[in-house]
């Protein structure tokens, strides 16, 4: 349809080179086999029996949302069947919110934390590729540009409400909305995101712990119909059409042209905004799955010495090397005052271990015979060759 091709196009200019692992920390969240807000519901023959359904039916469907979470779209279809599973094997605990019940039926919404070991060895045995690292979280922006004039927070801003509506914060790419608050407003203006100011963009950013802003500006081009038209007025204009932009600002910056979008004849200014604001998320967190992708039949071992002025300094590596999903096991061959010999067992080929030092400020090269692990801004010595992350951009 069209509004998946208008995503595909955008995200591919915009995330064309910007999706490999960022140097940050992407590691293994324990959020990220957690699902929440699953909505369960089971009549039975009395309230215990019910309970007991509705739970079983509810931790199932959980699963089956985390193996979606992990698996690209494109490997979706040969995920196993959790109707077939012993599901308590993966449950590692639940939570039960608004709960509601009577003497037949169960109603509640529940929390399920699944254990990672079962479900990694669960896609493994169904032969798919999955990733687990989560991004560190973008401050999205929706900027909408009306026949009102330009909107930037909550009120009166049917871009900002279709995100508020839309966004799934349990992706792997972590999308993060503002409260909107009067301290968010105090900071940043309308004008100052029309103007991309860099400094005012990256000081809303740091309330949200991030380093990253993408604004999202969405400007009416068609016969949308001011905030308050009546339903029957706003048909009789046709479909609203909008052109989408998405600029990011922080670590990497990208600015791009912008692209159009017309509703169908039966959608409304709020339907289109909303699969919009669906369209880029799943493109988006396909792109950052597809980076990085966990490769399980592929492995190999690494034995590096890793320079250290401390013992301090072998605590934090080790501790970050052991975050890392590409890496599956540190042994230590040998320890001395200023150096330290290790084994790195890691998942996938050399290139995605390179890519997940990257991401923990590390980087590999190569001395002789010997591989090198030092902090990414350690100058190399004289003759060292880099390695091949470290030059591909």
Known sequence: MLQSRFCHALIA???????????????????????????VDATAKDAVTARSQALEQGKRAGLERLMHRLVPAEEQNLLPSVGDLNIERYVRNFEITSEELSSTRYIAQLTVGYEPDAVRDLLQSAGVSFAQARSEPIVVLPLYEGPDGARLWPDSNPWWQAWEQNLEPERLLRLVLPLGDLEDMSSLSVEQVQARDRAALMGLARRYNSEDALVVTTRSVGPAPPAGTPAEDASAQGPPTVQVTMDRIGRTEQVNPPETVRARPDQTLEDL???VVRGLQNSLDERWKSANLLRLDQAGIMVVDIPITALSDWVGINKGLESLPEVSQVEVDAFARDNVRAQIRY???QFRLEQALARLGLMLSREGDLWLLRPTGALPNPGERPSAASTSF
């Open 13 to 39: 200019a915009w995330f064309g080179l910007t999706l490999l692992p960022a140097p940050g920390h992407a590691e293994v969240d324990p959020a990220v086999f957690q699902v929440s807000g699953i909505p």
């Open 273 to 275: 905004l909303g699969e």
């Open 347 to 349: 998942i996938g080929d």
